[in-house]
């Protein structure tokens, strides 16, 4: 069955018994993966990890996790990401089971209306799937504010939405940032402290923005030489990797935006013109270049890899600066093979 956004609390907060199967799919992989925590902490479950490739291999696997006794007794949560379709037929044969022990949460990304695993989960009384958009506005801003709580921050509206822009309203990335923020502040649950600009300031991701600015602008122009030895001067085990890729993320909507109106038969003066004050005068001429030398696929393709670099770094050991390094080196020579 489907959830909504006022049932789906409620549904991972006080599990019911029959429910089998739980789908969080959508933009927001944070909410999702905060969902499927607060799941966890309700069923005061052990977590089981799964691959979608060995369910893909063995589809009885599944069942066959989900209908076993644990060892001492205790509950378990069978927990599968990242999940897509081809979990479809080992899900199907979980619904059809006649009993299981242990339910089982996957996390997808987006996922289309036409997707075998999101129908079984919407058609299935035992399932519950549930879509989570990237929040905006006064609701991004009070969801900063929510985890500052947990972490011990005070955090008034204006400080939470710049925080949220910040992060690109990714409540994974988000709640990092505050761990970092209260860290630095001394702050805890039993000992709050109120967030102040000056803390973002000093430590926020934004804090050193222009350089890493550059970083995105050398890769999209197709400076190979210069970029390659910038990224050498970022320190290896650093933490620059997360708002480099941020800043990339940045140009990369903007120019995505642009290029789609070029695209749809506006000219490059009438939409360099229409950016007014919002570009800064210095920026001007880099983003022309880049209008002229990226399409509009090339740049939703970047997109997608900027987003998938950044989870990877944040949720695996992944080193940050040679990841950083690889994705925009394979940009900067892309841009130069384009010119």
Known sequence: MKASKSSVRRAVDQPDQKIRFYLFLGQDEGQSRALAARLLEALGATKLALSAGELKANPALL????????????????????AGNDLAEAVEVL??????????????????????????????PDALAFTAYLPEGDEAARIVSDLGKRVGLTIVPPVAERIAESCGNDQAVIARELEKFALFAGASPNVPKKLEHETIDAVG?????????????MALLGEVSELADAVAKVAAGS???????????????LLAAARSRIERGERLDAVMTSFGKTLFWKDKPLVEKMLRRWSAE??????????????NLIFTQMPERDGLGEELLAIARKARSAR
Do not use: C, H
Not at 64 to 72: G, N
Not at 95 to 124: D, F, R, W, Y
């Open 63 to 82: 069942v066959d996790e989900a209908a076993a006794l644990s060892l001492f007794g205790e509950r378990r949560l069978i927990w599968i990401e990242p």
């Open 95 to 124: 619904l059809a089971a006649g009993s299981v022990e242990s339910p089982v949460v996957a996390i997808a990304g987006a996922l289309t209306k036409a997707s075998p695993l999101l129908k079984l989960a919407e058609a299935s």
């Open 205 to 217: 991701a934004d804090s050193n923005e222009s350089d890493l600015q550059r970083l995105a602008d």
């Open 239 to 253: 933490s620059e990797a997360i708002p480099a890729i941020r800043s990339l993320q940045r140009r990369l909507l």
């Open 298 to 311: 090339d740049l939703a393709t970047m997109a997608t890899r900027a987003g998938a670099l950044e989870r």
